[in-house]
């Protein structure tokens, strides 16, 4: 038996597990994002839980360059790929380095408001030692402080 093979064989099944599917109940019905699962890997500016709250980005630029600003920001980020861009509403895809794991975040344009809401959610696990979280302050930092 070739054992590095069955070795490599096992570890492509492994990391392609962590990606998960993409979910199909995601999306902004009316501009409203699903309510965050009770486990700590989802942060959204729309939720009614104390604990995966964040407030929404602000913006005062029209909604084409605000949306252009937020995409050149995710842009510039490794492993992340923008899955839809459809008016007010972007969906991207961040992966993990080293075990592929995959986080949807979505962004919705409240252009009335003048707001970006989001939602950012682990595909699979219970806790995400704090990524997401981690990742929208750095995204709404970078967006807010250019």
Known sequence: MNYPLA???ALL???SACSGTKPLDIGA???NFI????SPN???TQTTSKKHKMEPIPYKLPLEEAKAKLLKIIGNMP???ITQNEGPYLHSEFKSKLMKYV???EFYFDDAGKLIHFRSASRKGYSDMGVNKKRMKAITEAFVGT
């Open 42 to 44: 989802c942060v959204s």
């Open 13 to 15: 099944i492994l990391f």
């Open 29 to 31: 019905k009316n501009g």
């Open 35 to 38: 309510e965050c699962p009770s």
């Open 7 to 9: 070795l490599l064989f």
């Open 103 to 105: 986080d949807d975040v």
């Open 79 to 81: 492993r992340t790929t």
